[in-house]
C-alpha cells in the first residue's frame, strides 16, 4: 500500500510572498540546508487529508494553523514512492515560539541504541527563491502551484 502524507503551506505578505518551511530534526538533517519541508505527515486510511494535514501542522510547530481559506495544492510523489498532498493557508506564525512534537529513533542506524529528537527542530519564513533552494526537490512544485494559485 501506498504511504500518504498531508501537509500544509503556510503563506503570508510581507511584503513580499513568504512561505513558512520546517527543518526535520534528529542528527540526520543537523547539518543539511537542503530538505526542508512542509510541515506533514502520515494519515490513516478513512483520516481527511485536510484534517490530517491540519494535526500534522499543530503536532510539528505547537500552533493550530490558521482557520483561512484553503488553497489546493494537489499531490507529489516523492522518490520513496509517498504521495503528499498539501493545501496553502494564509496566515502568521511566530517561529520563536515554536514546539515540536517527539519522536524515537535508533541512532545510529541499526545500533540498538535509541534517540529522542524533535520531529521538526526549527521553522522559518522564506521568500520563493530562498524556499526553493532549501525545500525538499520533490515538494518544490507547491511553491509553483502557490504562485499560480494567487495570480
Known amino acids: 500500500m501506498v504511504k500518504r502524507s498531508a ?3 503556510l503563506w503570508r505578505r510581507a511584503p513580499h510572498l513568504q ?3 520546517a527543518h526535520p530534526g534528529g542528527p540526520y538533517f543537523v547539518h543539511r540546508d537542503d530538505a526542508w519541508t512542509l510541515p506533514k505527515g502520515e494519515y490513516d486510511v478513512g483520516e481527511p487529508p485536510y484534517e490530517a494535514a491540519r494535526r500534522e501542522f499543530l503536532e510539528e510547530l505547537g500552533s493550530l494553523p490558521p482557520d483561512s481559506e484553503p488553497l489546493a495544492l494537489g499531490e507529489v510523489v516523492l522518490r520513496s514512492g509517498k504521495l503528499v498532498v ?4 494564509e496566515g502568521d506564525l511566530d517561529v520563536t515560539a515554536m514546539v515540536s512534537n517527539t519522536c524515537t529513533i535508533s541512532w545510529p542506524p541499526r545500533s540498538g541504541r535509541t534517540l529522542e529528537i524533535p520531529e521538526v527542530d526549527r521553522a522559518e ?10 525545500l525538499a526537490p520533490a515538494q518544490r512544485p507547491f511553491l509553483e502551484r502557490l504562485v499560480i494559485a494567487l495570480q
Open 7 to 9: 501537509g500544509l503551506l
Open 19 to 21: 512561505v513558512l518551511l
Open 86 to 89: 498539501a493545501w496553502a493557508l
Open 125 to 134: 519564513w522564506f521568500g520563493l527563491t530562498s524556499a526553493a533552494e532549501r
